[in-house]
C-alpha cells in the first residue's frame, strides 16, 4: 500500500508541473491562436469577397469606375477616403461599418448608381457576423500591397487621352484586348453584361446586339446625338453619354471621364469589343 | 451583579483545558477533535497507522466514517479481496464514475465562457481557444473524456453480460445500467451541437430527422418540433440541446447512477462466475479472512488511480489530441459525408438498410427494450461460462452485428456522390483542413502543374498533393475516363494564394469533355496542421 501512496502523491506532483508547464505556455500558445485564426479569417473572406463582392469593387479589388470603389488602393489605407467622408475611426472599423449596414447615401461627387448594399444579418443582409469579420480582415490585408502601389498607378496624360470629340480617326481595334479592359479595369460589364444598369450589350430576343443596334439607331427619329456612322454612335456612347440616353435609362448614371481615361488604342479596342455583339 | 461581571470576565472553555492539561495536551487534543470531525470518526493517530499500515484493531474504527459520515456511507465498508483485483470487473465502474466527475468538472469550467445562442456560440469557442487560460486544454479533455466515457459504459455493459452479472438478483442493476448507457450516448451528442460549427450542425440534424420518423406522423412532427425547436436547428434548438447537455441529462444521469450505485452495494459486488457456487449468490455475504477494508486499501488506490488517470488526460490533451472545430454552422453549405459519431455509425448503418420508421425508430425501439428488460426473462441460473454458450454466442454475435452495421454507417458504404467531387474532397474536404491546407505553404510555388505530371513539379509539398491528386483520379478511372487533373497556384494577397483544383474528364453519357473545379485560399499563417491536429 506504501508505494501506492508515494507513486500516487509522485503522480500528483508531475500532474501539477505538467499545468505549471502549460500555464507558463499558455500566452504564447494563445498568440499562435489569434494568428492563425486571424489568417483564416483571411482565407475565409477570400473566397466570400470572390462570391459576394467582386462582381462591384472589381477582381482583386480594384474597383470598378461607375459601379463601386476600389478596395485595394491607396486612398482607402493612407486616411484620405475617411478624410473625404468625415469619418473619424479607423480604416478597419470604417470598412466593417460599410460592409455590415451598407452605405444609404453615397460619398459626395462619386457617381454609383448603386448603393452598397447591407451585408450584415443584423441590417437584414445575408451574411452573419464572422463573416463580415472574415471579409474585414481580408480587406485590411491589402493594406500593404495597397500602399505600395501608391503612386505607381498608371495614369494618362491630357495629350495622350483620346479626348470627347467623335469624328477623330482611331486606330485598328483590337476586340480580344476590348474585352479585357471591358471585363477588367473599365468595368463596362458590370452594368452592361451583368446587370442592367445599362442597356446591355448582347442581343436577346428580337433585340440585336449593341453593334448592330449601333447603326439602327441613328436611324431613329428621336436620335438627338451627332454620330452620323454607327462606329460614332459607340464613340459618342462611351465618351459623351448624356448627349443621348436610351429610353427607359437615366442620365448621369455612366461615369463621364472615360474621354479622359482611354487612349485612342483602348476605346478603338473597346468599341471593337462592342461591335462584336451582332 | 453576576451579569456585570460575566463581560469583564469572559468564560473561555479553552483556558479551563490549558489550566487543567497544558498548552500541548490541549493543542494536541484540539487537533484531534478537528480532524475527527473531517473525517467523521478518525482522530490524527488513526489515520496516521492507517497510513503506516497497522492492524486496525477491534471493533475496527475505520468502519465509523462509513456509518456516520456523508460520502463514505455511500461506499461499502469492505470488499471481497476477490474483486478488488482487475478481473472481473476490469474496474470499468469505477472508471464510468471517473468519467462522469470529470465531465462535471471541465464542463462547468468551459460554461462559464459559453452562451447558448447562435450569434456567439462559435465565437465563445474562438476566446476559448484565444483567450481563455487553459481554455483549450479543458475544452480538449471534455471532448476527449467524453468519448472515452463512452466506450468506457459501453465496455462495462459488455463485461457485465459476458460475466453473467446481470443475473438474479441484479436484474434492477442491471436495466438501470442500460438506461445510463443510454445517458451516455445521448449527453455526449447533445455536446455536439454547442460549438455550432458545420459538425455540430449537420451531425444533430440527421440525429434530429430520425425523430420525425417516429409514427403516426403527427407524432413524428411534434416529437421533431420538440427537439429542433423549429422546423429547423436554430437559437430555439441550441437552447434546448444545451439545456439537455447541462442540466437534463446530467440530473439524469446522476439520479440514475445513485440508483444503479445504490443497488451494487445493497447486493454486493458480484463475484466472478467460477468463485460461486451454481445457483448461489454469496457476494452480499462477504467472509472475515476474505474482507478488503476501504479505508485504507480502497481508498488509497483509488486516489492514486484518480492522479494517474487525470495526469493521463492532462498530457494526452495537451499534446496529442485537441477537439476539433471546423467552420462556423452554416445551413447553406452541406458537407459532402455528413457521419453521426462514431458511437451512433450503427444507427446510420441501420438506416440505410431501408424504411425509416422500421430501422430508424421500430428495430432501435426493441433493442433499447430488450436490451433493458431481458434480465427478467433470461432465468438460466448458471454464471458459468461452459454452460452459457448460446447466451456468450449471442453477445458476440451482437458485438459483431453492431461493429457491420457501424461500417454501414460510414460513407465507404452505400453512399452515392459523383466521383468528381470525390476526389476534389480528397485533397479539399469542407470539413477539415485535408492534405491540401496541412501542406507547407512556403512549398506551394505559383504556377500550374499537372497531376499526371506530378514528378516534374518543383517542390516536395507539391510532388505529394499532385501525387494524391493523380492517384485518386486513377482510382475512380471507370466513372471518370480520360481524367486529368490540373493545380493552379496563384498569388493572390499577401501571404495568401489561390489554390484551384480542376478536373477534366469525358462524360460517359456524353462523350463530351466535362470539368469539375474547386479553389481555396491559403494563407501563410493558418497553421491548420497545428491548431486541428485530428480534427474532422
Known sequence: MKWYIGLGLGTLILATAVAAVLAVQEPARMERFDAAFHARQIENGASLFENNCRTCHGPQGRGIPGVAPALNAADLFDGSRLQAVGYAGTVEDYVRGTIAAGRPVP?????????????????????????????????????????????????????????????????????????LLAEGSLGCTACHVLSTVGPAWAGEGETAGIGARAASRIEQPDYIGNGTTAHEYLFESVVLSNVFVVEGFDPNVMPADYGRRLTPQDLADVLAYMETFR | MDFIRGIFEPHIPILDDIKEKGVRQTIEDTANDSVRRVTAGLDIPALRGMLRGDEPGRPNPRLTPHADGFWLHMRPGFYNNLVTGLYPSFRLGWLS???????????????????????????????????????????????????????????????????GSYKKPRQFTWATGALLLWVTLVLSFSGYLLPWDQLSLWAVTIGASMAEAFPPEVVGQTLNLLVRGGPDIGANGLLRFYLLHVIGLPLAALVLFGVHYYKVVIHGHSLAPEDENIGEDTAKKVPLDKREY?????????????????????????????????????????????????????????????????????????????????????LGPNRRYAARRIGLSGAAVSVFVLAVLSFMGTPWYAVQSSADQEVLAELLPQTHPGPLLNSDWDEFETGTYEAANWQAAPTPALRNILHEFNESLQRHGDTLPNAEGIMVVENWQSGLRKVTLRVLWDSIETGEQTESSQSTYFHQDSAHEVTTRFGG
Open chain 1, 107 to 179: 460619398s459626395e461627387g462619386a457617381s454609383y448608381p448603386q448603393r452598397m448594399p447591407t451585408w450584415s444579418q443584423q441590417f437584414g443582409g445575408p451574411l452573419r457576423q464572422d463573416q463580415i469579420e472574415s471579409l474585414v480582415q481580408f480587406v485590411i490585408n491589402w493594406e500593404q500591397t495597397a500602399l505600395a502601389e501608391a503612386g505607381a498607378t498608371p495614369s494618362i496624360s491630357e495629350e495622350e487621352a483620346v479626348g470627347t470629340d467623335i469624328t477623330v480617326s482611331l486606330p485598328e481595334g483590337d476586340a480580344e484586348n476590348g474585352q
Open chain 2, 294 to 378: 476501504f479505508l485504507p486499501t480502497i481508498a488509497t488506490r483509488e486516489l492514486f488511480y484518480v492522479a494517474g488517470l487525470t495526469l493521463l488526460l492532462i498530457v494526452t490533451s495537451a499534446w496529442f489530441y485537441h477537439a476539433p472545430l471546423e467552420p462556423h454552422a452554416d445551413p447553406q453549405v452541406t458537407p459532402l459525408h455528413t457521419t453521426a459519431p462514431w458511437y451512433f455509425l450503427w444507427l446510420q448503418g441501420m438506416l440505410k438498410l431501408g424504411d425509416k420508421v422500421i430501422w430508424g425508430v421500430i428495430v432501435p425501439g426493441a433493442i433499447t427494450t430488450i436490451s433493458v428488460v431481458f434480465p427478467y426473462f433470461e
Open chain 2, 97 to 163: 464514475t471517473f468519467f462522469l466527475t470529470f465531465e462535471i468538472i471541465t464542463g462547468v469550467y468551459l460554461m462559464f465562457w459559453y452562451t447558448p445562442s447562435p450569434l456567439v456560440a462559435y465565437q465563445n469557442m474562438v476566446d476559448i481557444l484565444s483567450t481563455v487560460p487553459f481554455g483549450r486544454l479543458m475544452r480538449d479533455m471534455h471532448r476527449l473524456g467524453a468519448e472515452v466515457m463512452v466506450a468506457v459504459v459501453a465496455l462495462h455493459m459488455l463485461r457485465t453480460l459476458v460475466t
